[in-house]
């Protein structure tokens, strides 16, 4: 006679872990195809690059021109939307001005407008004989349209919101406590903010500026439409890369390759500035 032999069982996860599991599952494959959809054009425009022919294409006067117009340009638009931003994000969230809403709303709006309508409003404001560029045309003799100024404020235009939101969020949390204890003590207007507000905006001032200085530098309709594409004036690098991808498909993935190449090392090395060295 045989003794029975007692197998164990396998016991199923209790059904919590099942979720967990399965949670984290959908949750890796939806982030992989989420970097996916970040990734795979980068690597097809690597895999494009006609490596032979890439010198030659970056060393030519288009692409030398356009890129120096596109630095100076979103330096200098850079500089304005720091200059203009952080006095109307103040505006919105230190002061009691009836409307504020609505002038929030204002300046949000490039950031959900299609640019080449802010392009066609911006012709229609500071155009030869716009509203306010027929003045600026007669009294001043400036004329902003179709000029290097005109791709420096159409790249204000369309960048100014990414300051402006992100000052307004960092204003907002931004310790009142402290401000007002410095004030008490005599500290001047001057004084709370330079050595009080600023130190703790500073973080969320630089990452405004980055996000401002990479939206100027990948514009593209307000800037055709309100400054034209002129050679070595006013055509920047995306202007240049839709030029050449009529004409040559090779030079418009170089020239492409070159502003993701600038994009990319700027950003990187400014990482610790605006985004706490992730």
């Known amino acids: 006679m045989t003794a029975a032999v007692s197998h164990p069982v396998a016991t199923p996860p209790p059904p919590r872990a099942r979720r967990s599991r399965w949670l984290a599952v959908t949750v890796t494959l939806l982030g992989g195809m989420g970097l996916m959809l970040f990734a795979a054009p980068l690597a097809s425009l690597l895999l494009r690059v006609p490596w032979a022919e890439a010198a030659s294409q970056l060393w030519?006067?288009?692409?030398?021109?356009?890129?120096?117009v596109s630095l100076l340009c979103s330096v200098c638009a850079t500089a304005l939307c720091?200059?203009?931003g952080l006095p109307v994000a103040w505006i919105l969230t230190r002061t009691q001005l009836p409307g504020r809403s609505i002038l929030r709303a204002i300046t949000t709006l490039?950031?959900?407008l299609p640019p080449v309508v802010g392009g066609v409003a911006l012709l229609l404001a500071f155009g030869r004989e716009g509203v306010f560029g027929s003045f600026l045309d007669d009294a001043f003799g400036i004329r902003l349209a179709f000029s290097t100024y005109g791709v420096i404020l159409a790249e204000t235009f369309v960048a100014m919101p990414f300051l402006v939101l992100t000052v307004c969020g960092a204003l907002q949390s931004a310790d009142r406590h402290l401000e007002e204890a410095a004030r008490t003590l005599g500290a001047s207007p001057w004084t709370?903010?330079?050595?009080?507000?600023l130190p703790q905006i500073r973080p969320s001032l630089l990452s405004g500026a980055v996000l401002c200085w990479a939206r100027a530098l990948g514009e593209f309709g307000a800037t055709i439409t309100f400054a034209g594409n002129l050679p070595g004036t006013?055509?920047?690098?995306?202007?240049?890369?839709?030029?050449?991808?009529?004409?040559?498909?090779e030079a418009a993935v170089v020239l492409s390759l070159l502003l993701v190449a600038v994009s990319l090392s700027i950003l990187i090395g400014l990482r610790k500035q605006w985004a706490g060295g992730l």
């Open 60 to 68: 030519s006067r288009q692409a030398r021109d356009a890129l120096q």
């Open 110 to 112: 490039p950031v959900v």
């Open 192 to 197: 709370v903010f330079r050595r009080i507000t």
């Open 82 to 84: 720091l200059i203009l």
């Open 234 to 249: 006013t055509q920047t690098l995306p202007l240049a890369v839709y030029v050449a991808l009529e004409q040559s498909p």
